[in-house]
Structure formats: structure tokens, C-alpha cells
């Protein structure tokens, strides 16, 4: 069973800190998608990232994919409360490229 | 433009009951998945359809859930007879055919409690 472990599960930060988020598999992944959920409401896509080695830059959200397509994190800088979240990642193998391995999440808490 | 629709938003019944779940996806959208998600387990996808056709139903936990879908802008999931393990919250989520990572968009989800 493909597996992807998100770390840590919570952080509760000062608004204006830095903060790095992780996902990590032993799985290899033909793409991999960030999403943010707010309480009440569904998750939605942050960004998809495809290539090794692949960054991208969403205004403060910096997301990294690894060399070997099997991991990713998340870099936020000078969070702010509205950043507040539950930050998931999911990915796609290349078999199947319907069905997304999610992890469990990291949960944000950015206090003014 | 509407979003993937759920209702209802709170449901909240007795073990033994019959559950329906109802789903809008987006229009033009040809996909449409089915997950129950739990502080414990995550985001856990129970099937997934494609053009209306069920593709994969292996994460359904057992006979008393099933899903349909009718047409393409309708689905449903059901639980008989629900018991309080069943408790979580459940969303719908659709997207479109496209090269890998189509983004999937999600319903609000409907919190389900079973007393």
C-alpha cells in the first residue's frame, strides 16, 4: 500500500514566522498536488508539481518536488493568520492517474 | 460558476437507519469521487466513477455502502443499514479528463453523525 506521511501533523506558529511542511513516500510519483482545508468547507488545490526536482512559487508558498519524485514540501514565509489550515498532499502513481494517495495532513495554526 | 454541490450539510440519525448522500458535480466534469474523511484515517477514497461508469469501488467498506449515478450531473451514496462507525464527514469531489494531475474539486462535505 502506497503511503504518504505528511510531518509534522500540527503547528501552531506567531504570525511573521517561516515554516516548512513536509510529505514523504518510499513510492515514486508521477505528479504530486498540495491542497488547503478550511474547517467546514472542502479541500482546494494549492498547485500541482510533475517534474524532479520541480519549485514553485504561489506569493509566500514556496512547494519543492523532490529529485526522485518521491517527496515534497512546503515552505511558507512570514505566515499569516489567514494561512491557517489544514495543508494535505496527494499524489498520483503512474498507473493510475485518477485515484490520489493522500496523506493525513498538516495542521496550521498561525496566531496574530 | 457553482461549485460540486452536496446535501445535506448535517445529518444526524440513529444507528440502523438508511443514509443518502447527494452530489452535484460541476458541469462538463467527468469524474466524480466519493470520500469519507476522519481525524484518524485522513481522506479515504470509497469509489470513483468516470462518464457515470463505477471504475474503482475497492476503498467501499462493506456491503451496506453503495453508490450510484444516474446521470452525469447527479450521484449518490448510500448507507444501510448505518451504524455509529459510519460517523465522518463525507465529500464529493469531481474533475475532467486531462493529462495527469487534474485538480479535484470538492464539495463542502456533509457531517454525518449516527447516534
Known sequence: ?112 | DAGVIQSPRHEVTEMGQEVTLRCKPISGHDYLFWYRQTMMRGLELLIYFNNNVPIDDSGMPEDRFSAKMPNASFSTLKIQPSEPRDSAVYFCASSLTGVRGQPQHFGDGTRLSIL
Open chain 1, 1 to 112: 500500500t502506497q503511503l504518504l506521511e505528511q510531518s509534522p501533523q500540527f503547528l501552531s506558529i506567531q504570525e511573521g514566522e517561516n515554516l516548512t511542511v513536509y510529505c514523504n513516500s518510499s513510492s515514486v510519483f508521477s505528479s504530486l498536488q498540495w491542497y488547503r482545508q478550511e474547517p467546514g468547507e472542502g479541500p482546494v488545490l494549492l498547485v500541482t508539481v510533475v517534474t524532479g526536482g520541480e519549485v514553485k512559487k504561489l506569493k509566500r508558498l514556496t512547494f519543492q518536488f523532490g529529485d526522485a519524485r518521491k517527496d515534497s514540501s512546503l515552505h511558507i514565509t512570514a505566515a499569516q493568520p489567514g494561512d491557517t489550515g489544514l495543508y494535505l498532499c496527494a499524489g498520483l502513481n503512474a498507473g493510475n492517474n485518477r485515484k490520489l494517495i493522500w496523506g493525513l495532513g498538516t495542521s496550521l495554526a498561525v496566531n496574530p
